[in-house]
């Protein structure tokens, strides 16, 4: 049947009109018209699959949809249309695939009101499909060998988007071939048993520290002798506060006299000593309501350790994937260089004891090779 131009238009209008007073049958007929002379574009396609989609004809929905798709693979309207085809086909896979291309085309882009809306029922369709899938991929394996493990847990949680990979990202220095590992447990370590058990002493001598304050200092203080770069406020900021015992490759003595049992003690644990880079020994204080935002650490070569003695409700830490609460008198030991992020929310201010560690799967002579690296890097120039 040939249509001129103005017939067309004329059966485009009829059908737009049909379709907004709930008449899809006729809408269907008057595009039908249109798409069998072969000159259909993408919103012909789009509004003859929603008139099919009002008729309960999927595989018509499906072939208009199709249609719509090779004119532009990247229409969202027509991505969740699709989804909702397979949906319809018991595809849930191939549904949630759909959804989540359209959903993340949409990221960021200002949409009708209309199709915003179907983003959303997109959004929640493949959410509840990837809540279903797993329930029936955990079901599943839980009817072969044990398998699991927490480790197991976050990889199941990384493949369907619940978590996310963090890697190390070192700002200085990185040292391939090492497992990313977010936390240590406090059981992989054979010193740790003696640190803990010095804890209540720590404290003693921390409440007379913090009766005065004297020697706490910001953690970020600015240095004219290189550019000034600002941490989300925190430079030069006493809401976070140190008090070092050990600094620039030797110990603070006038803090290791104030605080002489937290040094004894933390000196013996098996610090990684890098030139004047590592290890610090200090008291890290974080005010009631502070917070110390994303970021990562220098190295990668050695891991770093909290001791906690003062903590309020209201603290935690996140390292990667995973947040826990610090708990007195139990350490905390993790890889640094991924992004991790601190913050109180108590009413009081939170305290830890700091110190750093050489890796374990370091062997000996690759600790030596880069305390070697890091005295070449010290001296050059001088």
């Known amino acids: ?29 008057s595009l039908e018209q249109v798409t069998a002379t072969g000159r259909g574009n993408i919103q012909i396609w789009l509004l003859l699959a929603l008139a099919c989609k009002g008729t309960n004809d999927v595989a018509a929905e499906e072939r208009a949809v199709d249609s719509a798709l090779k004119i532009d693979s990247a229409n969202i309207r027509a991505l969740i249309l699709k989804g909702d085809c397979c949906a ?16 993340g085309l949409a990221q960021g ?54 978590k996310q990979i963090y890697l190390q990202q070192p700002t200085i220095f990185y040292f391939p071939g090492l497992p990313q590992i977010q936390f240590y447990e406090r059981e992989q370590f054979d010193w740790i048993a003696e640190v803990e058990a010095a804890t209540d002493a720590m404290r003693e001598e921390l409440s007379e520290l913090l009766a005065t304050e004297e020697g706490f200092r910001p953690y970020l203080t600015t ?37 002489p049992r937290t040094y004894e003690t933390l000196i013996k644990a098996p610090l990684c000593h890098i030139t004047t880079r590592a290890p610090t020994i200090m008291f890290s204080l974080l005010r009631a309501g502070a917070r110390i ?8 070569t050695r891991l770093i350790c909290h001791l906690p003695l003062i903590v309020p409700e209201g603290c935690a830490f996140r390292v990667g994937n995973e947040v826990r609460e610090w708990e007195v008198g139990k350490t905390m030991i993790f890889d640094d ?24 799967e370091l062997t000996l002579d690759e600790r030596q090779a880069v305390v070697t690296m890091f005295e070449g890097i010290d001296r050059y120039g001088v």
């Open 1 to 29: 049947m040939a249509l001129d131009i103005a017939q067309i238009e004329s059966l485009v209008r009829s059908a737009a009109a049909s379709l907004q007073r709930g008449d899809a049958a006729q809408a269907r007929q």
């Open 88 to 103: 319809a086909g018991k595809d849930p896979r191939g549904a949630t695939s759909f959804y989540e291309r359209a959903i």
């Open 109 to 162: 882009k200002q949409l009708p009101a209309d199709l915003a809306r179907e983003v959303e029922r997109a959004e929640a369709l493949s959410k509840a499909a990837s809540a279903e899938y797993r329930t029936y991929l955990e079901e599943w394996i839980g009817r072969g060998p044990a398998i699991g493990g927490q480790r197991f847990r976050t990889a199941l949680d990384i493949m369907f988007g619940d």
């Open 223 to 259: 240095s004219a002798d290189r550019p000034r770069t600002e941490f989300h406020g925190l430079n030069d900021n006493p809401e976070w506060s140190t008090m070092h015992l050990f600094e620039n490759g030797g110990p603070v003595n006038v803090n290791v006299a104030r605080a």
């Open 293 to 300: 935002p994303a970021h990562t650490g220098q190295i990668n």
């Open 337 to 360: 260089t991924i992004e991790h992020e601190a913050w109180n929310e108590g009413p009081d201010d939170r305290v830890v004891v700091i110190f750093d560690i050489w890796r374990p």
